[in-house]
């Protein structure tokens, strides 16, 4: 009887043995198998652990860990700020070093996020307004009379900035005849507004980059933090690092970016709190 047992035990054992392990790769119809852990459409975090906040069907999580270039750096060149620049069209140039204009940032197919085709460029933004991606180190755009506050800075393919300090140019300029002196405080904490922007549709909608520019300043717990308000939905950002969003509706989509304080109240300056709209179409 022993000896019936203990066969019988031996086959359950080897019978279990060859059985699929129940874990989460699943076999899929080219015969490959994929991680269900792991999102490859991009509709969702990656990885559980990076989201950060959950809202009204929001959520918020650390933008996966991209190419750095720890020696990129950016030059300003012209216009010559120390004179007014006359009106109309104006020449911008920048010298670029150690990192390439118009090539593919390594990881672009693998961020599942909106992509520029033409590459890496620079995001040229004038007094806060929507940046312009300028893909040459010259470009021109047409100014009228005013006080300009001119930042640029180095952008990965899909729009990210390059966060150091050789990476970007801030300074101010006059155009025409200026009727009032300038305000803006170059040495004060100032944020500036980025991404997103504009339009997204299809595959692009699942996940959104947020991501700003910091000047003069740090974030913390504790510190100053930038308090993000996504359709009415609060959120408060302690770490100078890129977004990403996921669970936007459908259509218009507003984003509101403040610098604030340790006591959350706006700080002072001109850029230090902007509301944008995005729109989101199905195709």
């Not at 022993?2 to 989460?24: D, G, H, Q, R």
Request: net charge neutral; aromatic share 10%; hydrophobic share 35%.
């Amino acid at each position: 009887m022993k000896k019936i047992i203990l066969f019988a035990s031996a086959l359950y054992f080897m019978a279990a043995c060859n059985e699929p392990a129940n874990n989460s790769s699943s076999q899929s119809h080219d015969g490959h198998a994929h991680d269900s852990a792991h999102n490859h459409e991009g509709t969702g975090p990656q990885d559980s652990a990076q989201v950060l906040f959950k809202k009204d069907g929001i959520s918020i999580a650390y933008f996966e860990e991209s190419p750095d270039f720890p020696d990129a750096k950016l030059t300003y060149m012209k216009p010559d700020i120390d004179k007014p620049v006359k009106e109309g069209k104006t020449l911008f140039q920048y010298k670029v070093e150690n990192f390439q204009l118009t090539e593919q940032t390594a990881d672009a197919a693998h961020k599942h996020c909106n992509n520029s085709e033409k590459g890496q460029h620079i995001h040229h933004i004038l007094n806060n307004e929507p940046y312009t991606a300028h893909y040459t180190d010259t470009f021109s755009k047409n100014l009228k009379a005013g006080h300009y506050v001119n930042l640029a800075f180095l952008s990965r393919s899909y729009h990210e900035s390059i966060k150091h300090k050789g990476a970007y140019q801030l300074n101010q300029f006059s155009v025409g005849k200026a009727e009032t002196k300038s305000t803006f405080d170059a040495s004060a904490p100032h944020m500036f507004y980025s991404r997103p922007k504009g339009d997204y549709v299809g595959a692009d909608t699942k996940k959104i980059l947020l991501d700003f520019y910091l000047v003069n300043t740090e974030l913390s717990e504790n510190g100053n933090k930038v308090r993000a308000i996504i359709n009415k939905t609060e959120f408060m950002l302690t770490k100078w690092a890129p977004y990403a969003i996921y669970g936007l509706p459908m259509g218009e989509n507003t984003i509101s970016l403040e610098l604030v304080d340790k006591d959350n109240k706006v700080i002072p300056g001109p850029f230090n709190k902007v509301e944008r709209k995005i729109t989101l179409k199905e195709q």
